[in-house]
């Protein structure tokens, strides 16, 4: 596929660049309103208790405090994405440590913090659980007596068997039992994997203000708005329309941003103080109460064979939800769908569990599931592949998808390109070539993403300058889109990109936009862009002619000219003459909704890595990277993505890790939290494959969340490889390789 671009396809630096470093950009902390008062929160310090009493007399009394409320102040109602089991506060009971329970408004963030210590609580203790497999058990507490009266839930909660699960799902293709049957050999392993922070740098935070009229105007780093309006007005109980969300920057995303965190309680803070309420969560709330990824217990079992072909695998995910599921945008997580690889297997059943415990609820970050999965099933394979005495590399060949296949779970796509990954992946690390030491080990997996679905609507508009500024509610979690964005405009128009500006709007301004998340963002805003840029140079065009009396079939766009019968013209000099006859400017829009794709792309890795025998230190000191891809947008920021994506899953192979004991979090800072610095990251090596067709735009497809699925079932391949020892609990440290090479030599 070779297509010459002018704009696309180049790497352009970003629009927004500048007011980042320099601080001009405006982030929601950095919010300030006439009277605006400071809102903070008192949080349960036990994992399940009832609530006795509070008094917050000496609290209201406190000057310069215009607000205490707690769970009997407001209405009882819940919260959630889609799952609405949340309380703004807590009323009766407390399911976690750092629940809400009561909040204060003030003048400074002092005296709130004064106020908080003066309010007055008493607990009764109740029985916890922490362990999802002991919450499924007919005797763990209940920690939802009320579920099947929650808005929300996939199924009726009465058909639910399992103890505090929320959501059961299965997948499932052939006949499982038939499969096992006409196996050869069986295989099983089990694999867990922790609760990992996004560890973006700019906290939550909010700002509300309730008008005269009864209109909220809010200010609230989340980059899906419009699904968080929903929410809110569902909680409020109001019409969504009487709720403006404003725009502001968002410093950091990875899955997130996507919540409403302290949005519901800050506006009735607001309410009740009368005065405008900003709220920002420092770190320790962020760890204590923010939304981490899902802790995951995995169960593989695989029938195969003598030749090592799969023909049966059953899998059973269990994720630890914590003590809510509000903080997912479906209630399960869809994630769980590939824990059966990328592997052509005509005989499949998946089960996944979502379960509440008394720990910190869990949400989304980066490609939600899939991480946690595909490090099982890659570590999997590799367990079977040296029992049977394969190369690795060469088993993944034999079974992986090819044309004409379908999936795992019964789904079918076009251009499956899962052996030649494969196989570039082998020529580019060097496979088969011999280690440097005896301790040194190279690992790989293997995985596919589709891309997300979903509804956005662009405007463009042409002033009578020549300059164009394209209109959406879409927010910039940190990618890089609207400067992509920006390019498209700039290639349908054939104009610089220098000339194209992007202006965030508010929920006011457009019908509706699904907003950041699930690898959508250039699939499912990308074609409104080309849409409304089309539509603006098609009346460009028709204006064009209309001036220049020829017919628009005459009339091209070039170079940044319109090219008449005549010779070409300035695309300014036609916008200044259309804007003088029409006394407004040239404008297009489009919405658009994708459907799901019928391409995925692939992403194959291989780690190679060197143990300290003595220590059970692990080097990571290279990852090679391999993408199937379309059309690279911006080269720049594609391989941004890419090494951003593998740089955090070395993070979640190797040392990132919630440290939980009885519910609370002990990791409440960054000094606590272990995240990669310059000093961890290897050798990054990226091999694109010859663009194919993709679904997005100009052929493209996405990137965003490629890079960082593979990466923990390479390096954990590449250990086992280095130390004969497979490590089957994340992330691997020193002390359990040490441990694992105790247990070998022994």
Same mark, same amino acid.
């Given at each position: 596929?070779?297509?010459? @671009?002018?704009?696309?396809?180049? !790497?352009? +630096?970003?629009?927004?660049?500048?007011?980042?470093?320099?601080?001009?950009?405006?982030?929601?902390?950095?919010?300030?309103?006439?009277?605006?008062?400071?809102g903070k929160v008192l949080r349960s310090p036990f994992p399940h208790a009832r609530i006795v009493s509070i008094d917050t007399s000496k609290a209201r009394a406190l000057p310069g405090v215009h607000a205490v409320i707690t769970g009997q102040d407001i209405p009882d109602r819940r919260v959630g994405r889609r799952l609405r089991d949340f309380p703004v506060l807590a009323r009766d009971r407390v399911v976690f440590v750092g629940e809400k329970v009561a909040a204060v408004a003030a003048e400074t963030p002092d005296i709130a913090e004064e106020a908080l210590l003066l309010i007055d609580v008493e607990y009764e203790d109740l029985p916890a659980v922490y362990d999802p497999f002991e919450a499924m058990q007919p005797d763990a507490p209940v920690l939802h007596p009320d579920l099947a009266s929650y808005i929300g839930l996939p199924a009726p909660a009465s058909t639910i068997a399992e103890n505090n699960v929320f959501a059961h799902n299965v997948w499932s293709k052939g006949d499982i039992e038939q499969g096992f049957a006409e196996a050869d050999l069986v295989f099983e392993h089990t694999f867990t994997t922790q609760m990992v922070h996004q560890v973006y740098i700019e906290p939550h935070a909010c700002v509300a203000k309730v008008e005269e009229d009864g209109r909220v105007q809010m200010w609230i780093n989340n980059k899906a708005p419009f699904t968080l309006r929903a929410q809110l007005a569902?909680?409020?109980?109001? =019409?969504?329309?009487?709720?403006?969300?404003?725009? +502001?920057s968002i410093g950091g995303d990875f899955g997130g941003k996507g919540d409403f965190m302290d949005g519901p309680l800050c506006y009735y803070l607001a309410l009740h103080s009368g005065r405008p309420v900003k709220m920002v969560m420092d770190y320790i709330q962020e760890f204590l109460a923010g939304n981490p990824r899902h802790p995951t217990h995995i169960t593989i079992k695989s029938g195969l064979k003598k030749d090592g072909t799969l023909v049966a695998r059953q899998a059973r995910v269990v994720f630890n939800s914590g003590a809510s599921g509000a903080f997912k945008p479906g209630v399960f997580i869809r994630g769980a769908d590939h824990v059966c690889g990328d592997y052509n297997i005509p005989h499949t059943r998946i089960d996944s569990y979502m379960v509440y415990t008394n720990t910190v609820p869990c949400g989304h970050m980066r490609s939600p599931g899939k991480p946690q999965v595909i490090y099982a099933v890659e570590a999997h394979t590799d367990m079977i592949a040296r029992e049977l005495g394969i190369d690795p590399y060469q088993f993944r060949l034999q079974n992986s998808?090819? &044309?004409?296949?379908?999936?795992?779970?019964?789904?079918?796509?076009? /251009?499956?390109?899962?052996?030649?990954?494969? $196989?570039?992946?082998? $020529?580019?690390?060097?496979?088969?070539? *011999?280690?440097?030491? =005896?301790?040194?080990?190279?690992?790989?997996?293997?995985?596919?993403? =589709?891309?997300? +679905?979903?509804? !956005?609507?662009?405007?463009?508009?042409?002033?009578?300058?020549?300059?164009?500024?394209l209109m959406m509610s879409l927010l910039d979690t940190g990618t890089g889109a609207h400067t992509i964005f920006r390019q498209m405009v700039a290639e349908v128009l054939t104009i610089p990109v220098s000339q194209v500006e992007y202006l965030t709007q508010n929920t006011d301004a457009v019908p509706f936009d699904s907003g950041s998340g699930g690898s959508r963002v250039t699939y499912t805003s990308g074609p409104a862009v080309v849409g409304a840029a089309n539509e603006l140079r098609d009346r460009l065009i028709a204006r064009a002619a209309e001036l220049h009396n020829c017919s628009p079939d005459d009339v091209q766009l070039r170079d940044g000219s319109v090219v008449v019968p005549s010779g070409p013209v300035?695309?300014?000099?036609?916008?200044?003459?259309? @804007?003088?006859?029409?006394?407004? *400017?040239?404008?297009?829009?489009?919405?658009?909704? #994708?459907? *799901? *794709? &019928?391409?995925? #792309? @692939?992403?194959?890795?291989?780690? &190679?890595?060197?143990?300290?025998?003595? +220590?059970?230190?692990?080097?990571?000191?290279?990852?090679?990277?391999? /993408?199937d891809v379309g059309t690279v947008l911006n080269p720049m920021a594609h391989q941004g993505q890419i090494d951003g994506g593998t740089i955090m899953g070395l993070g979640y192979a190797t040392m990132e890790e919630m440290l939980v004991e009885d519910g609370r979090v002990n990791t409440l800072s960054m000094g606590d939290y272990k995240v990669p610095t310059i000093r961890d990251i290897p050798e990054l090596v990226t091999v694109l494959l010859e663009p194919t067709p993709g679904p997005a735009p100009f052929e493209s497809k996405g990137i965003g969340e490629s890079a960082n699925i593979p990466t923990a079932g390479a390096i954990a391949n590449a250990v086992h490889d280095a130390i004969g020892v497979p490590i089957t609990d994340l992330p691997i440290t020193a002390e359990k390789v040490l441990a694992a090479l105790k247990e070998k030599g022994s």
């Amino acid at each position: 596929m070779v297509t010459s @671009f002018s704009a696309v396809g180049q !790497s352009v +630096t970003r629009g927004e660049g500048p007011d980042k470093v320099t601080g001009k950009a405006r982030y929601t902390a950095d919010v300030l309103l006439p009277g605006m008062l400071w809102g903070k929160v008192l949080r349960s310090p036990f994992p399940h208790a009832r609530i006795v009493s509070i008094d917050t007399s000496k609290a209201r009394a406190l000057p310069g405090v215009h607000a205490v409320i707690t769970g009997q102040d407001i209405p009882d109602r819940r919260v959630g994405r889609r799952l609405r089991d949340f309380p703004v506060l807590a009323r009766d009971r407390v399911v976690f440590v750092g629940e809400k329970v009561a909040a204060v408004a003030a003048e400074t963030p002092d005296i709130a913090e004064e106020a908080l210590l003066l309010i007055d609580v008493e607990y009764e203790d109740l029985p916890a659980v922490y362990d999802p497999f002991e919450a499924m058990q007919p005797d763990a507490p209940v920690l939802h007596p009320d579920l099947a009266s929650y808005i929300g839930l996939p199924a009726p909660a009465s058909t639910i068997a399992e103890n505090n699960v929320f959501a059961h799902n299965v997948w499932s293709k052939g006949d499982i039992e038939q499969g096992f049957a006409e196996a050869d050999l069986v295989f099983e392993h089990t694999f867990t994997t922790q609760m990992v922070h996004q560890v973006y740098i700019e906290p939550h935070a909010c700002v509300a203000k309730v008008e005269e009229d009864g209109r909220v105007q809010m200010w609230i780093n989340n980059k899906a708005p419009f699904t968080l309006r929903a929410q809110l007005a569902a909680v409020w109980d109001m =019409p969504e329309t009487n709720i403006t969300l404003n725009v +502001t920057s968002i410093g950091g995303d990875f899955g997130g941003k996507g919540d409403f965190m302290d949005g519901p309680l800050c506006y009735y803070l607001a309410l009740h103080s009368g005065r405008p309420v900003k709220m920002v969560m420092d770190y320790i709330q962020e760890f204590l109460a923010g939304n981490p990824r899902h802790p995951t217990h995995i169960t593989i079992k695989s029938g195969l064979k003598k030749d090592g072909t799969l023909v049966a695998r059953q899998a059973r995910v269990v994720f630890n939800s914590g003590a809510s599921g509000a903080f997912k945008p479906g209630v399960f997580i869809r994630g769980a769908d590939h824990v059966c690889g990328d592997y052509n297997i005509p005989h499949t059943r998946i089960d996944s569990y979502m379960v509440y415990t008394n720990t910190v609820p869990c949400g989304h970050m980066r490609s939600p599931g899939k991480p946690q999965v595909i490090y099982a099933v890659e570590a999997h394979t590799d367990m079977i592949a040296r029992e049977l005495g394969i190369d690795p590399y060469q088993f993944r060949l034999q079974n992986s998808l090819r &044309e004409g296949d379908s999936s795992p779970i019964g789904e079918d796509y076009e /251009h499956i390109r899962a052996t030649e990954c494969l $196989e570039r992946a082998a $020529e580019a690390s060097n496979w088969n070539t *011999p280690k440097a030491g =005896p301790y040194v080990g190279r690992g790989m997996a293997i995985s596919d993403l =589709p891309q997300g +679905t979903g509804e !956005s609507t662009a405007k463009v508009v042409l002033d009578a300058d020549g300059k164009a500024t394209l209109m959406m509610s879409l927010l910039d979690t940190g990618t890089g889109a609207h400067t992509i964005f920006r390019q498209m405009v700039a290639e349908v128009l054939t104009i610089p990109v220098s000339q194209v500006e992007y202006l965030t709007q508010n929920t006011d301004a457009v019908p509706f936009d699904s907003g950041s998340g699930g690898s959508r963002v250039t699939y499912t805003s990308g074609p409104a862009v080309v849409g409304a840029a089309n539509e603006l140079r098609d009346r460009l065009i028709a204006r064009a002619a209309e001036l220049h009396n020829c017919s628009p079939d005459d009339v091209q766009l070039r170079d940044g000219s319109v090219v008449v019968p005549s010779g070409p013209v300035p695309v300014q000099q036609v916008a200044a003459q259309a @804007f003088a006859a029409d006394e407004e *400017p040239l404008t297009g829009e489009s919405t658009f909704a #994708s459907k *799901p *794709p &019928e391409i995925t #792309s @692939f992403c194959v890795q291989v780690a &190679e890595v060197e143990v300290d025998p003595e +220590t059970g230190q692990v080097d990571v000191k290279k990852i090679t990277t391999i /993408h199937d891809v379309g059309t690279v947008l911006n080269p720049m920021a594609h391989q941004g993505q890419i090494d951003g994506g593998t740089i955090m899953g070395l993070g979640y192979a190797t040392m990132e890790e919630m440290l939980v004991e009885d519910g609370r979090v002990n990791t409440l800072s960054m000094g606590d939290y272990k995240v990669p610095t310059i000093r961890d990251i290897p050798e990054l090596v990226t091999v694109l494959l010859e663009p194919t067709p993709g679904p997005a735009p100009f052929e493209s497809k996405g990137i965003g969340e490629s890079a960082n699925i593979p990466t923990a079932g390479a390096i954990a391949n590449a250990v086992h490889d280095a130390i004969g020892v497979p490590i089957t609990d994340l992330p691997i440290t020193a002390e359990k390789v040490l441990a694992a090479l105790k247990e070998k030599g022994s």
